[in-house]
């Protein structure tokens, strides 16, 4: 018994059926988390590829070394350093923040580059011709670099989308109670792991399906050429 429902183990289909409020729960935190450090991912991540483009070096370089980090350490080094740490020095974070935090930090080094890289992909005739019609920094981002590097970065977005709705079971070792860790709850509890992980498995399936067919979807009514902000 978990959350005042009880399950029945005679059968796999009635044992999946009795254990999926309690699933479906963990799926509701999957969602947030996954909502929450996407969200930091994708505005951490414009932040650092602006700062990567600064004309000072010291800001360039610095932020070059803090995506690098983040890039090429483990997710799990992280939430452990965030969850762990921290609170030695003063600061406590509460864990769902924590682990929404850590995902955030993480997907935030692979979105910068790929801000930078669609950012870069804008031809050098159009940055000079802006800076001939005396178009401000913000004007320039506004109406010429942000509503073409749109459609070129999406799929790659998407991917990530995908990448972080399956890093969320990694928030279970900083007691996060999402599917995964509910699952392995239910399984130590009636020794039967099967249906609890494969009901797990086939739902994040679906949830990929729907974000790769929302994806496409978005890529075909999108236009090539860009998004027009105004």
Same mark, same amino acid.
């Given at each position: ?9 005679? +059968? &796999? @289909? ?5 254990? $999926?409020?309690?699933? %479906?729960?963990?799926?509701?935190? =999957? #969602?947030? /988390? ?38 090429? +350490? &483990? @997710? ?5 350093? $965030?969850?762990?740490? %921290?609170?030695?020095?003063?600061? =406590? #974070?509460? /864990? ?57 970065i999406l799929p790659t977005m998407g991917n990530y989308l995908?990448?972080?709705i399956k890093e969320t079971p990694v928030l279970s070792v ?55 902000l105004r």
């Amino acid at each position: 018994m978990m959350y005042g429902f009880e399950w029945d183990t005679s +059968t &796999p @289909l009635i044992f999946a059926w009795s254990i $999926l409020p309690i699933i %479906l729960i963990g799926l509701t935190v =999957t #969602l947030q /988390a996954a909502a929450a450090g996407f969200a930091i991912a994708l505005v951490l991540g414009l932040v650092f590829a602006l700062m990567r483009r600064s004309r000072f070096k010291l800001v360039s370089w610095t932020t070059a070394v803090v995506v690098e980090f983040l890039r090429d +350490t &483990p @997710l799990l080094v992280q939430l452990f350093f $965030l969850y762990y740490v %921290l609170p030695e020095y003063g600061l =406590t #974070l509460p /864990a769902f923040l924590t682990g929404a935090l850590a995902i955030g930090l993480q997907y935030s080094a692979y979105t910068s580059e790929v801000y930078r890289g669609g950012i870069e992909a804008v031809p050098r005739g159009q940055w000079e011709a802006a800076t001939a019609l005396n178009l401000t920094r913000r004007e320039i981002y506004r109406d010429i670099v942000v509503p073409q590097i749109v459609p070129r970065i999406l799929p790659t977005m998407g991917n990530y989308l995908v990448a972080v709705i399956k890093e969320t079971p990694v928030l279970s070792v900083v007691t996060v109670l999402e599917m995964m860790g509910l699952a392995n709850m239910i399984g130590e509890r009636t020794f039967d792991y099967l249906v609890p992980l494969t009901l797990v498995g086939a739902i994040f399936l679906i949830l990929t399906l729907i974000c790769s067919a929302g994806l496409h979807w978005l890529q075909k009514v999108l236009p090539k050429a860009g998004i027009p902000l105004r």
